[in-house]
Protein backbone atom coordinates (compact mmCIF):
# COMPACT_ATOMS: atom_id res chain seq x y z
CA UNK A 1 0.00 0.00 0.00
CA UNK A 2 1.48 3.70 -1.19
CA UNK A 3 -1.13 5.88 0.29
CA UNK A 4 -3.60 5.69 2.74
CA UNK A 5 -7.07 5.16 1.74
CA UNK A 6 -10.26 6.76 3.64
CA UNK A 7 -13.84 4.66 3.06
CA UNK A 8 -16.96 5.94 4.69
CA UNK A 9 -20.25 4.90 5.33
CA UNK A 10 -22.12 4.18 1.85
CA UNK A 11 -23.82 7.72 0.85
CA UNK A 12 -26.66 5.58 -0.37
CA UNK A 13 -27.48 5.51 3.17
CA UNK A 14 -26.74 8.67 4.42
CA UNK A 15 -28.45 10.48 2.70
CA UNK A 16 -32.15 8.74 3.32
CA UNK A 17 -30.83 9.16 7.09
CA UNK A 18 -30.52 13.06 7.12
CA UNK A 19 -34.31 13.04 5.13
CA UNK A 20 -35.49 11.42 7.47
CA UNK A 21 -34.34 13.43 10.28
CA UNK A 22 -35.40 16.86 8.25
CA UNK A 23 -38.96 15.57 7.82
CA UNK A 24 -39.12 14.38 11.34
CA UNK A 25 -38.43 17.61 12.51
CA UNK A 26 -40.77 19.28 10.24
CA UNK A 27 -43.03 17.17 10.97
CA UNK A 28 -42.62 17.83 14.30
CA UNK A 29 -43.03 21.67 13.64
CA UNK A 30 -45.88 21.05 11.75
CA UNK A 31 -47.43 19.11 14.83
CA UNK A 32 -47.18 21.91 16.63
CA UNK A 33 -48.37 24.76 14.57
CA UNK A 34 -51.56 22.56 14.03
CA UNK A 35 -52.02 22.29 17.58
CA UNK A 36 -51.32 18.47 17.23
CA UNK A 37 -51.82 16.00 20.36
CA UNK A 38 -49.52 16.79 22.83
CA UNK A 39 -48.53 12.85 22.49
CA UNK A 40 -47.61 13.34 19.13
CA UNK A 41 -45.55 16.44 19.79
CA UNK A 42 -43.68 14.40 22.57
CA UNK A 43 -42.80 10.96 20.39
CA UNK A 44 -42.25 12.59 17.47
CA UNK A 45 -39.53 14.64 19.45
CA UNK A 46 -38.49 11.88 21.42
CA UNK A 47 -37.75 10.03 17.72
CA UNK A 48 -35.27 12.95 16.88
CA UNK A 49 -32.49 12.92 19.41
CA UNK A 50 -31.84 9.37 18.88
CA UNK A 51 -32.55 9.94 14.43
CA UNK A 52 -29.93 13.08 14.67
CA UNK A 53 -27.44 10.78 16.75
CA UNK A 54 -27.76 7.60 14.35
CA UNK A 55 -27.19 9.81 11.40
CA UNK A 56 -23.93 12.26 13.00
CA UNK A 57 -22.46 8.71 14.04
CA UNK A 58 -23.13 6.99 9.81
CA UNK A 59 -22.21 10.51 8.37
CA UNK A 60 -19.09 11.16 10.39
CA UNK A 61 -17.71 7.76 10.58
CA UNK A 62 -14.46 7.09 8.80
CA UNK A 63 -12.20 4.07 8.47
CA UNK A 64 -8.64 5.42 7.24
CA UNK A 65 -6.27 2.54 5.85
CA UNK A 66 -2.52 3.00 5.00
CA UNK A 67 0.16 1.06 4.65
CA UNK A 68 0.92 0.76 8.86
CA UNK A 69 -2.73 0.30 9.61
CA UNK A 70 -6.23 1.11 9.81
CA UNK A 71 -8.10 4.01 12.08
CA UNK A 72 -11.80 4.11 12.57
CA UNK A 73 -12.70 7.61 13.33
CA UNK A 74 -16.27 8.15 15.29
CA UNK A 75 -17.79 11.03 16.39
CA UNK A 76 -16.16 11.94 19.61
CA UNK A 77 -13.47 8.93 20.04
CA UNK A 78 -10.89 7.34 17.35
CA UNK A 79 -9.02 3.60 17.62
CA UNK A 80 -6.04 2.83 15.86
CA UNK A 81 -4.53 -0.70 14.69
CA UNK A 82 -1.63 -1.23 13.32
CA UNK A 83 -1.17 -4.15 10.57
CA UNK A 84 1.86 -5.45 12.51
CA UNK A 85 -0.02 -6.30 15.75
CA UNK A 86 -2.96 -8.11 14.33
CA UNK A 87 -3.52 -11.72 15.19
CA UNK A 88 -6.57 -12.09 13.49
CA UNK A 89 -9.06 -10.86 10.64
CA UNK A 90 -12.45 -13.18 11.31
CA UNK A 91 -15.15 -12.83 9.61
CA UNK A 92 -18.97 -13.31 10.49
CA UNK A 93 -22.17 -13.22 8.20
CA UNK A 94 -25.49 -12.96 8.62
CA UNK A 95 -27.51 -13.09 5.49
CA UNK A 96 -25.63 -10.15 3.05
CA UNK A 97 -24.48 -8.34 6.55
CA UNK A 98 -20.86 -8.97 7.39
CA UNK A 99 -18.86 -7.91 10.26
CA UNK A 100 -15.42 -8.38 10.50
CA UNK A 101 -12.99 -8.62 13.34
CA UNK A 102 -9.61 -6.77 13.16
CA UNK A 103 -8.27 -8.40 16.72
CA UNK A 104 -4.74 -7.59 17.94
CA UNK A 105 -4.57 -9.35 21.33
CA UNK A 106 -7.29 -10.29 23.29
CA UNK A 107 -8.27 -6.40 24.17
CA UNK A 108 -7.91 -4.49 21.01
CA UNK A 109 -10.11 -4.81 18.25
CA UNK A 110 -12.18 -2.91 15.90
CA UNK A 111 -15.53 -4.48 14.06
CA UNK A 112 -15.73 -3.64 10.62
CA UNK A 113 -19.20 -3.77 8.72
CA UNK A 114 -19.63 -4.21 5.25
CA UNK A 115 -22.32 -0.45 5.40
CA UNK A 116 -18.80 1.32 4.18
CA UNK A 117 -18.72 2.26 0.21
CA UNK A 118 -16.17 0.17 -1.69
CA UNK A 119 -16.38 -2.91 0.67
CA UNK A 120 -14.42 -5.30 -1.70
CA UNK A 121 -11.56 -2.75 -1.72
CA UNK A 122 -11.48 -2.47 1.76
CA UNK A 123 -11.45 -6.74 2.38
CA UNK A 124 -8.91 -6.81 -0.13
CA UNK A 125 -6.77 -3.88 1.73
CA UNK A 126 -7.60 -5.19 5.30
CA UNK A 127 -6.27 -8.62 3.92
CA UNK A 128 -3.13 -7.17 2.17
CA UNK A 129 -2.13 -5.38 5.43
CA UNK A 130 -2.48 -8.26 7.84
CA UNK A 131 0.10 -10.78 8.76
CA UNK A 132 -0.47 -13.89 6.43
CA UNK A 133 -1.75 -16.23 8.95
CA UNK A 134 -3.63 -13.66 10.29
CA UNK A 135 -6.79 -14.35 7.86
CA UNK A 136 -9.51 -16.92 8.46
CA UNK A 137 -10.39 -19.03 5.83
CA UNK A 138 -14.10 -17.32 5.61
CA UNK A 139 -12.36 -14.10 5.46
CA UNK A 140 -10.07 -14.78 2.27
CA UNK A 141 -12.98 -16.99 0.93
CA UNK A 142 -15.63 -13.94 1.36
CA UNK A 143 -12.74 -11.68 -0.52
CA UNK A 144 -14.42 -13.94 -3.34
CA UNK A 145 -17.40 -12.60 -3.84
CA UNK A 146 -17.76 -9.88 -1.05
CA UNK A 147 -21.63 -8.94 -0.30
CA UNK A 148 -23.14 -5.34 -0.68
CA UNK A 149 -26.53 -4.91 1.63
CA UNK A 150 -28.65 -3.18 0.14
CA UNK A 151 -31.70 -3.90 2.32
CA UNK A 152 -30.92 -1.15 4.93
CA UNK A 153 -31.13 1.34 2.00
CA UNK A 154 -34.60 0.36 1.69
CA UNK A 155 -35.76 0.62 4.89
CA UNK A 156 -34.62 4.00 5.26
CA UNK A 157 -35.92 4.97 1.87
CA UNK A 158 -39.49 3.22 2.92
CA UNK A 159 -39.35 5.26 6.46
CA UNK A 160 -38.54 8.77 4.21
CA UNK A 161 -42.01 7.63 2.01
CA UNK A 162 -43.91 7.23 4.76
CA UNK A 163 -43.08 10.46 6.45
CA UNK A 164 -43.86 12.34 3.30
CA UNK A 165 -46.86 10.73 3.35
CA UNK A 166 -47.58 11.47 7.28
CA UNK A 167 -46.77 15.21 6.37
CA UNK A 168 -48.94 15.10 2.90
CA UNK A 169 -52.02 13.96 5.21
CA UNK A 170 -51.20 16.64 8.04
CA UNK A 171 -51.45 19.37 5.13
CA UNK A 172 -55.18 17.93 3.62
CA UNK A 173 -56.26 18.36 7.74
Known sequence: MSD???????RSLVVPMG???????VLLVVCILQGQALAKVIILAGLILPLTV???E????????????????RVLRQRRLNFADVTSLETVRVRN????TLAAGEDDFLIISNSYGDFP???TLLIKGVPAGAVTAETEQLAQKPPIRQADVFTVWFAVAALVYVLIAQFRN
Open 19 to 25: LLVVLTF
Open 4 to 10: ERTFVIR
Open 121 to 123: ALL
Open 97 to 100: RVFM
Open 58 to 73: SALRRLVVDQDGVTAI
Open 54 to 56: LFA
